[in-house]
């Protein structure tokens, strides 16, 4: 198992930025690729990013390229999002998750433990 609680959700402004983290607990970190998602009410989940289990690689989705950085500390059992030039439409409770898989891709069924979620509402 891995437990992961996720923080730094709150309310901002457009053109903000905001950092969220993702503290991990139970197997070892560096064995899962991490990503991020994200739900906005009324929505479905949406990938935003991932990163490889040595934090070589990243990939994104358009809405967010350029503008987020996912980034990880293996030491510290820590996967981050900076999240810079925030729009409106990146309200949302946003996820962190680890998979398995050694390309898990955007596809959340392939990510097998989920955190709880941080909210990140953004004002325009």
């Known amino acids: 198992q891995v437990q992961l609680v996720e923080s730094g959700g709150r309310l901002v402004q457009a053109g903000d930025s905001l950092k969220l983290s993702c503290a991990a607990s139970?197997?070892?970190?560096?064995?899962?690729?991490m990503g991020w998602f994200r739900q906005a009410p009324g929505k479905e989940r949406e990938f935003v990013a991932r990163?490889?289990?040595?934090?070589?690689?990243?990939f994104y989705a358009d809405s967010v390229n350029g503008r987020f950085i996912i980034s990880r500390d293996n030491a510290k059992n820590t996967v981050y999002l900076q999240m810079n030039s925030l729009k409106h439409e990146d309200t949302a409770n946003y996820y962190c998750?680890?998979?398995?898989?050694?390309?898990?891709?955007?596809?959340?069924?392939?990510?097998?433990?989920w955190g709880q979620g941080t909210q990140v509402t953004v004002s325009s």
């Open positions: 998750a680890a998979s398995a898989w050694i390309l898990p891709g955007a596809t959340a069924r392939n990510y097998n433990y």
């Open positions: 139970g197997r070892t970190f560096s064995d899962y690729v």
């Open positions: 990163i490889s289990r040595g934090g070589a690689s990243t």
